[in-house]
């Protein structure tokens, strides 16, 4: 499934049900506003389409989907074809059907983050090495790599588009979502992104942040919203942010608050 998030900005969401986390919410004694009983909770991998008068796609979703990527990407893109593909980082939910977009789009290049190692699992070692700081010219939209303030591993880069504001954040400010809600934006969910939502997704994607000198990160989060001012959050495995970006950005302090302090991660599965 695909959605317009900006200026010719698209999501294209793959989600998957989780009974496993199901189980775990219905043995809890207190249970979140935001989680329904009577419906399932889904993950999701989302992969973004910049389309200017040429096409990036950041990241790809996982191999399970891979046929509706391919199918919603034709439909996107038409006969004009994709230009680049961006893997955030070696992960089958971010880089897994990269090789078969690029069998798909054999003129695509592929860009990857010029940090870490490159992986050839994913191809990632034969593309064009990006950096912070570098920018592609899409043709009306400008991407511009910046650097991941929250990396699940070292071989990892951000973007941003600079017209829209948005920001593209891979695993950070992830979050559930029920069923009936997929492909929805955060302001049009009955009850909004709260911390105790993102830290369902956040604690299971970045278990490091059990180890981390929260001052250092809330430092990170006031530099991110300072450097770039974003006006919609996308991330790879959450809800789309479109409204008051920033405030949610400082909605992640209190998150890391909660994993650091209240001994919460320990109790996700």
């Given amino acids: ?18 009974p496993v986390m199901d189980e775990e919410f219905h043995n809890r004694d207190e249970l979140p506003t935001w989680y329904d009983p009577d419906r399932s909770i889904h993950v999701c991998n989302n992969a973004y389409l910049v389309n200017g008068e040429r096409t990036l796609l950041y990241d790809t979703v ?71 700081g570098d920018t592609v010219d899409l043709g009306g ?16 880069i951000w973007m941003k588009e600079r017209e829209s504001g948005a920001l593209f954040t891979a695993d950070w400010m992830g979050s559930l979502h029920m069923d009936g809600e997929c492909l929805k934006f955060n302001d049009e969910l009955d009850v ?29 989060i006031d530099e991110l919203i300072e450097d770039h001012d974003p006006q919609i959050l996308a991330p790879a495995h959450g809800v789309v942010i479109r409204e008051d970006a920033v405030a949610h950005l400082e909605l992640s302090k209190t998150v890391v608050e909660m994993i650091t302090t209240g001994g919460r991660l320990a109790e996700l599965k």
């Avoid at 695909?2 to 989780?18: F, L, N, S, V």
């Avoid at 977009?101 to 070692?125: K, N």
């Avoid at 939209?141 to 990892?156: M, R, S």
Wanted: aromatic share 8%.
């Fill in 192 to 220: 909004p992104v709260t911390a105790e939502r993102i830290i369902e997704m956040q604690a299971r994607a970045l278990r490091w942040l059990q180890y981390c000198d929260p001052e250092a990160v809330y430092r990170a």
């Fill in 141 to 156: 939209l400008v991407v511009e790599f910046v650097e991941a303030a929250f990396p699940d591993t070292a071989f990892h």
């Fill in 1 to 18: 499934m695909a959605r317009r998030i900006g200026p010719e900005i698209y999501q294209i969401q793959q989600c998957i049900d989780k």
């Fill in 62 to 132: 996982s191999p399970g989907a891979r046929d509706l990527l391919l199918a919603e990407l034709d439909d996107l893109v038409g006969a004009d074809g994709l230009d680049y593909v961006v893997p955030s980082h070696p992960e089958a939910p971010h880089a897994g059907n990269t090789n078969a977009i690029l069998r798909e789009y054999p003129d695509a290049e592929l860009l990857s983050s010029a940090y870490g190692r490159g992986e050839e699992l994913y191809y990632l070692d034969r593309g064009r090495k990006v950096e912070v």
